[in-house]
């Protein structure tokens, strides 16, 4: 009888997803593993709800987009959410969760998510399943690897944007916001800004002052170029602010919804200094189409790496890539800290020397 394993895919889509599970899937099955898959990420844990999958299932995925098993952010079984009349209400359902783990008697889980699934993963590990983690998100913001799949093709992918926008700023002498995603860190708007040439980068890590974004744009108007590019993470906020939330989605763990920096900033420079302005939300355009090379590679590395550490029975650990190695960490680690943008990072410290500003002097 063959031995199994189980993956799912948890929290927001990426590019690069369907390449670690083709990645992961021909390896086990290569190495005598049948891979059972669940559907919708935790959502199929806890409901049962899977399929097996074949080499043809995953053949030509590669260069897919999303997941083909499906994925969820609001579906956690230590916290999993039901309506009560009109009001949203919490359950445990973990153990429902690990008696399907068990009723299949699986020899490990690759649980393939940012943050929020490794902390899930964390305490499945904890109480005993067996887990490997395996870090995705556009937002590049898991501690200990240097990078995550989905990162590259998100700034690609809003760094052609931006370059497009650049035209018509041009065009209506206009001061042009795009917002980008990221959450709490500001790893897209600093790469895909200064990738793009952006004149203002507005990241979570450097809290801005409205008079110095006025200021550059007043700077580039007296040398005769009377437009501007403003790129800002949408976790970015005013020093002494707050977050700009667009909504709160009570079923979630994470409830806060970020969203309408870009407006705001937009709607400020037009109030105060008389400068035609208009925002562009990139929003979802960023977790879609297929990976770039670079995250089809990462991300098959990170697959195979997978079901060594699983064959070796090395569980709890998150795979991770460190000076182009791939290696792993102990999941308790992950679930402990965000990796931010640091302030002396050597990209501020380049845009800051072409003149680009952060809004802090």
């Known amino acids: 009888m063959k031995k199994r394993i189980g993956i799912l895919t948890g929290g927001g889509d990426c590019p690069g997803l369907n390449t670690v599970i083709r990645a992961l899937s021909k390896c086990a099955i290569k190495s005598n593993y049948e891979v059972l898959a669940f559907k919708d990420g935790f959502k199929g844990l806890v409901e049962n709800d899977f399929i097996i999958l074949d080499n043809a299932m995953v053949s030509g995925i590669i260069n897919q987009g999303g997941t083909i098993l499906g994925t969820s952010n609001v579906a956690n079984p230590y916290k999993w959410p039901y309506s009560k009349g009109n009001k949203i209400k919490f359950k445990d359902l973990s ?53 995550t799949f989905g990162f590259e093709t998100a700034v690609v992918t809003a760094t052609e944007a931006i370059d497009k926008i650049h035209t018509t700023a041009q065009s209506h002498h206009r001061a042009m916001v795009i917002e980008v995603m990221g959450r709490y860190a500001g790893w ?53 602010g707050k977050l700009t939330v667009s909504k709160l989605d009570k079923r979630s763990t994470d409830p806060i919804r970020l969203g309408g920096i870009g407006i705001k900033i937009a709607n400020e420079i037009e109030k105060n200094i008389g400068i035609e302005s208009r925002a562009t939300v990139l929003g979802h355009v960023q977790r879609g189409g297929s990976p770039t090379p670079f995250d089809r590679i990462l991300a098959t590395r990170f697959g195979t790496e997978a079901v060594k550490l699983l064959t070796n029975k090395q569980f709890g650990q998150m795979v991770i890539c460190k000076n182009n190695n791939i290696s792993s960490v102990p999941l308790e680690e992950i679930a402990k800290s965000l990796k931010l943008v640091p302030k002396d990072h050597p990209l501020i410290t380049s845009a800051r020397l072409v003149g680009t500003s952060f809004g802090d002097k």
């Open 95 to 147: 153990k429902k969760a690990i008696a399907n783990y068990k009723k299949h008697k699986l020899s490990g889980l690759v649980v393939i998510g940012g943050d929020g699934s490794m902390t899930i993963a964390n305490k499945l590990y904890m109480d005993g399943v067996p887990i490997i983690g395996v870090p995705k998100t556009i937002d590049n913001d898991l501690a200990f690897t240097d990078v």
């Open 188 to 240: 897209i708007a600093l790469y895909s800004g200064v990738a793009s040439g952006g004149d203002v980068i507005l990241i979570p890590e450097i809290p801005y002052h409205m008079k110095y974004v006025y200021k550059k744009i007043n700077e580039r108007k007296q040398k005769g170029k009377n437009f501007t590019i403003i790129v800002v993470a949408e976790g970015a906020k005013a020093y002494g």
